[in-house]
């Protein structure tokens, strides 16, 4: 069998091999290995904790294998995933506030870590403090605003996949996060008059 012939019948074994049915583990399989860092950073976006984002990544995978006779009919595995990661933060989130949490001016509230560099101490506690406010402030919108521009921006999700995730149209997708925008803006033009007075 010459190299010519060798390629061709190599081809036609992996198209045959491409075509068979996989078994839905196999599928799970792919998911996990494919998407697990895209539903990880969803639930973060949405919990803000790495221990409670890794617990919903578990849990979205496991409610995936729980409904796994429905990996069939499934056209985009991503947004699929990322519709169930959503559900799964959003959840956890809701179960979360519904517990005492300890208030910011509590001094039993432990310290948030500032991550070491090479920058002054003065900078990155200025950095760290920005980037608390900014998440206070997307955490202060109303819900219908703060979940597509969490998505969107933070997690660099396609107003297609956005509204698939939520469940909502891509027109609706973008006029959400441009107000969403449009309100940090103003909040933080606010806060900056505030402190130049």
């Known amino acids: 069998?010459?190299?010519?012939e060798r390629l061709v019948a190599g081809e036609a074994i992996l198209s045959e091999a491409v075509t068979l049915p996989r078994s839905a583990d196999e599928v799970l399989e792919d998911l996990v290995r494919q998407h697990s860092r895209l539903v990880y950073r969803i639930a973060y976006a949405a919990l803000r904790s790495h221990h409670d984002a890794e617990d919903a990544t578990?849990?979205?995978?496991?409610?995936?294998?729980?409904?796994?006779h429905k990996l069939a009919m499934v056209e985009n595995y991503k947004t699929w995933l990322a519709r169930i990661a959503w559900r799964v933060a959003v959840e956890r989130s809701q179960r979360r506030s519904h517990k005492q949490e300890i208030p910011l001016d509590d001094p039993e509230r432990p310290a948030e870590e500032v991550a070491s560099s090479d920058e002054p101490a003065d900078q990155a506690l200025q950095g760290s403090q920005i980037g608390v406010l900014l998440e206070r402030l997307i955490a202060s919108l109303p819900e219908k605003l703060r979940e597509p521009l969490i998505l969107s921006t933070l997690e660099e999700m396609s107003p297609r996949e956005v509204a698939a995730t939520l469940g909502i149209n891509e027109a609706a997708v973008r006029s959400r996060v441009f107000r969403a925008r449009q309100i940090l803006r103003e909040k933080l033009a606010g806060r900056g008059h505030g402190k130049s007075r």
């Open 58 to 68: 578990q849990e979205t995978f496991l409610r995936v294998l729980r409904y796994s």
């Open 1 to 4: 069998m010459c190299e010519g």
